[in-house]
C-alpha cells in the first residue's frame, strides 16, 4: 500500500516510504554510525507490517545548517591577512574596492565551531516508532477509502448478474430456435426425439447457473473480509482472480447478445476490483 511518512529533527529526520508489492520486503539506508539499531528497526516493521515493499531513510542534516544561538565569528586571523594586503594596495597606490558582503559569504572567514553530531540511539528510535505510527495512520486512511471502492464494485457486479440471471432464462428457447432454423435450411427430416436430445444437451453446456452460483458466494465472500481487522489482501487477491475466472467461463457460455455484453461490464468491474485489492495489506 502506497504511503509516506517523514519526521524532521534539528540534527536528523526519519522518512519512510512504502508501495505495493506481494510480500514485505524492507529496504534501509542509514549511517555506520547508527548501524546496530537496523536490526531493531527491521523487526519494528515486521510486527506491524504485513506487504509492501518498504524504504526506510535517515537523513543527517549537515552541521553548517543545524541552526545555532551562538553568534558567527570571523576567523582573526584571515581578516588581519585582508588588511595588510589592503594597506600594500594603497602604499603602491592600487586602488582596491573590497566587497564585504561577498567577504563576509565566505564560509572559510568564519571559525569552525561544527563538530560530530552525536545520537542517542534510543531517542532515534523512539522517533522511527513514531515516522512508522505515522505511515501506519496515513495506511490505514487510504484503506478506508479503498474499502468503499471495492464495496461498490461487489454491489455493481451484484446487479449485473441480477441482469445477467433474468436474460439467461431466455438462452434455452433461444437455443432451440437456432437449431430448428439450421434444420429448415438444410430441409433434413431428422428424429424429433433426436433434435430434442440436442437441444437438450446445447442448453446444459450453456447453463450459467453454477458460475453465478460461485460469483455469488465469491463476492460475498469479499464483502466479508472488508469487515475484518486483520490483514486480507492475499485472501482478497486470491477472490479478486476466482471472481474473474468464473466470470470468464460465464463469458463463453453466454448466448445472448444482451447477456454478452452484460458480462463484458461484469468483467470490466471485477478486473478493476482486482486491481484495487493488490493495494490492500
Not at 44 to 61: D, K, M
Not at 216 to 228: F, G, P, R, W
Not at 251 to 272: E, G, M, N, R, Y
Request: glycine share 2%; with cysteine; aromatic share 4%.
Amino acid at each position: 500500500m502506497t504511503a509516506f511518512a517523514r519526521i524532521q529533527e534539528p540534527s536528523y529526520a526519519w522518512e519512510i516510504r512504502s508501495v505495493n508489492h506481494r510480500n514485505l520486503e524492507i529496504r534501509t539506508k542509514i549511517p555506520e554510525a547508527i548501524r546496530e539499531l537496523d536490526a531493531n528497526i527491521k523487526a519494528h516493521t515486521r510486527q506491524l507490517l504485513q506487504r509492501g515493499y518498504v524504504e526506510i531513510f535517515f537523513h543527517e542534516t549537515p552541521p553548517e545548517q543545524i541552526s545555532s544561538a551562538e553568534p558567527q565569528q570571523l576567523d582573526p586571523e584571515l581578516l588581519q591577512a585582508i588588511e595588510e594586503v589592503s594597506k600594500a594596495l594603497t602604499v603602491k597606490k592600487v586602488v582596491s574596492v573590497v566587497d564585504v558582503t561577498r567577504l563576509l559569504q565566505n564560509p572559510s572567514l568564519s571559525r569552525a565551531h561544527t563538530t560530530r553530531t552525536e545520537y542517542d540511539l534510543n531517542e532515534l528510535l523512539l522517533r522511527f516508532r513514531s515516522c512508522l505510527k505515522q505511515l501506519i495512520e496515513t495506511r490505514q486512511r487510504e484503506g478506508e477509502a479503498l474499502r468503499s471502492i471495492v464495496q461498490e464494485s461487489v454491489e455493481t457486479s451484484r446487479n449485473l448478474l441480477t441482469k445477467i440471471d433474468d436474460l439467461g432464462k431466455a438462452q434455452p428457447k433461444l437455443i432451440q430456435e437456432r437449431l430448428m432454423e439450421r434444420l429448415r435450411v438444410l430441409d433434413k427430416h431428422v428424429d424429433p426425439n433426436r433434435v430434442a436430445q440436442e437441444i437438450a444437451l446445447l442448453a446444459q453446456k450453456s447453463d450459467f447457473k453454477e458460475e453465478q452460483d460461485r460469483l455469488t458466494i465469491h463476492l460475498h465472500d469479499v464483502e466479508k473480509c472488508l469487515t475484518e481487522t486483520i490483514p486480507v489482501g492475499r485472501r482478497l487477491n486470491f477472490l479478486a482472480q476466482e471472481i474473474l475466472r468464473e466470470a470468464n467461463t460465464l463469458a463463453v457460455k453466454a448466448q445472448l447478445p444482451a447477456c454478452a455484453s452484460l458480462v463484458i461490464d461484469l468483467k470490466v468491474c471485477v478486473d478493476q476490483m482486482r486491481e484495487q485489492v493488490q493495494n490492500i495489506e
